[in-house]
């Protein structure tokens, strides 16, 4: 079956402007995860939704933003991108949630210049 | 809060040899661990998980590990590793019961040479 799919795979971006990324979970997960990762800060904990709610939040600023919508599909939107959001964003989904076990997609390179 | 710590950032080891890559992690409640494995330009795949039970636990590829609760401990091994097991492994916690939010430590290296 199809695995997590996240669009794009590499994004440039300005400073200033404002960036959406997708996740695509495997059918009939319900349970999906943002992450970001970066050399200096390892990967971090951004949001967790299931069915359309966001259920756990991490320590970002309020520029990052997600939605999970009724097929379970999820966008994560950052406005006023700065260069340290230069990361590689990695969404992973699961069925109900952590006792399952997260699938990762293989991520959305952004470039903030 | 928890917290992972991977004691080492790159273990080279020689093909047939056995690995061992360390995990210990810091927790005031009871927790949920996983070994995940990221090859490059790819995301995060899941080794092994251990919930509760036994406190051995088998994965993918030949990998297992061994829940050590008085050590803090979740130490992953693999008796004989080949070519294709060169990646960044990491370990990761989070709250049994808890929320959703997986901890990740910084990652070991792992380059197995001919």
């Known amino acids: 079956k199809a695995g997590v799919t996240q669009t794009p795979r590499y994004l440039i971006k300005t400073r200033g402007q404002q960036v959406t990324l997708s996740c695509s979970p495997i059918?009939?997960?319900?349970?999906v995860s943002w992450y970001q990762q970066t050399p200096g800060q390892g990967l971090q904990f951004l949001f967790e939704y299931f069915s359309e709610t966001q259920r756990n939040k991490g320590n970002f600023p309020g520029r990052f933003s997600g939605r999970q919508f009724s097929n379970s599909r999820s966008e994560m939107n950052v406005s006023t991108l700065e260069l340290g959001d230069s990361a590689l964003y990695l969404c992973?989904?699961?069925?109900?949630?952590?006792?399952?076990?997260?699938?990762f997609g293989s991520g959305t390179r952004l470039t903030v210049v | 809060a928890q917290s992972v710590t991977q004691l080492d950032s790159q273990v080279p080891v020689f093909e047939e040899a056995p690995v061992e890559l360390r995990c210990n992690y810091s927790?005031?409640?009871?927790?949920?661990l996983f070994w995940y494995v990221q090859y490059p330009n790819q995301g995060l795949q899941l080794l092994l998980k251990?919930?509760?039970?036994?406190?051995l636990v088998k994965g993918i590829n030949g990998f297992e590990a061994e829940f050590n609760k008085s050590q803090t401990s979740f130490h992953l091994r693999k008796p004989s590793v080949h070519i294709s097991d060169t990646a960044e492994y990491f370990c990761a916690v989070s709250e049994s019961g808890g929320s959703e939010k997986l901890v990740f430590g910084k990652g070991t290296k792992l380059t197995v040479n001919p």
């Open positions: 992973a989904s699961s069925l109900t949630g952590q006792n399952y076990g997260y699938t």
């Open positions: 251990y919930l509760s039970g036994s406190t």
């Open positions: 059918s009939g997960h319900r349970s």
């Open positions: 927790s005031s409640v009871s927790v949920y």
